[in-house]
């Protein structure tokens, strides 16, 4: 069974460093094709994609926020990191982690429950 | 890179059909056959319903279908159930450089 769960502070202050974990079981970050996206979706809009990283190390960003993004995995506990920095009241949002198979596929077959966070001093 | 164009609202009565829109451009819906659509709940997480343009996952309901024709998807839902009532986003691969780009959303209201 797929499962997915995100986990971090649902508070951060105004221009904090944001780092949420995505812990993931039922399938292993060093299959080949298998990588893990961030995804954001602020109350009551739509979603955005953030960050993607890949089973052989790949990364790849939102052109907006490549800045202040870093994505990184831990194989050791199949868990994968996603840090923002210099927060804003904008990036208070529902924060995501999802599986994609890049084997020739685009699409977010599982998503974790969401974590919720919310920038205010 | 924008959002790509998905209508605020569809409504329909149970047993009717409906069909969301989601217009992008020749970078992305026109260009890739990359589209998948997803439910959300209130308070819930997405779930993929069609990935690949007109692909259905295994477990999702017949009932759901989707096309595409230039830069413009489709999803149809077909004899609208309440348990329907949801938001709704079409995604589209747009290259090594976007990645991927949502839609706007749509809410779908069954009357």
């Known amino acids: 069974q797929v499962t997915l769960r995100e986990s971090g502070p649902a508070l951060v202050e105004p221009t904090q460093t944001l780092t949420l974990t995505c812990t993931c079981s039922?399938?292993?970050?060093?299959?080949?094709?298998?990588?893990v996206n961030w995804i954001r979706q602020p109350p009551g809009k739509a979603l955005e994609w953030l960050a993607r990283?890949?089973?052989?190390?790949?990364?790849f960003y939102s052109a907006s926020l490549k800045t202040r993004l870093t994505i990184s995995k831990d194989t050791s506990k199949n868990q994968v990191v996603l840090t923002m920095t210099n927060m804003e009241h904008v990036d208070t949002a529902t924060y995501y982690c999802a599986r994609m198979d890049s084997s020739g596929h685009y699409y977010f077959d599982y998503w974790g429950q969401g974590m919720l966070v919310t920038v205010s001093s | 890179q924008s959002a790509l164009t998905q209508p605020a609202s569809v409504s329909g009565s149970p047993g009717q059909s409906i069909t969301i829109s989601c217009t992008g451009t020749n970078s992305d819906v026109g260009n890739y056959n990359y589209v998948s659509w997803y439910q959300q709940h209130p308070g819930q997480a997405p779930k993929l319903m069609i990935s690949d343009v007109s692909k259905r996952p295994s477990g999702v309901s017949n009932r759901f279908s989707g096309s595409k024709s230039g830069n413009t998807a489709s999803l149809t839902i077909s004899g609208l159930q309440a348990e329907d009532e949801a938001d709704y986003y079409c995604?589209?691969?747009?290259?090594?450089?976007?990645?991927?780009?949502f839609g706007t959303g749509t809410a779908v209201t069954v009357l």
């Open positions: 995604c589209s691969y747009a290259g090594s450089t976007t990645f991927y780009v």
């Open positions: 990283i890949d089973w052989d190390e790949d990364k």
């Open positions: 039922g399938f292993s970050l060093t299959t080949s094709g298998m990588c």
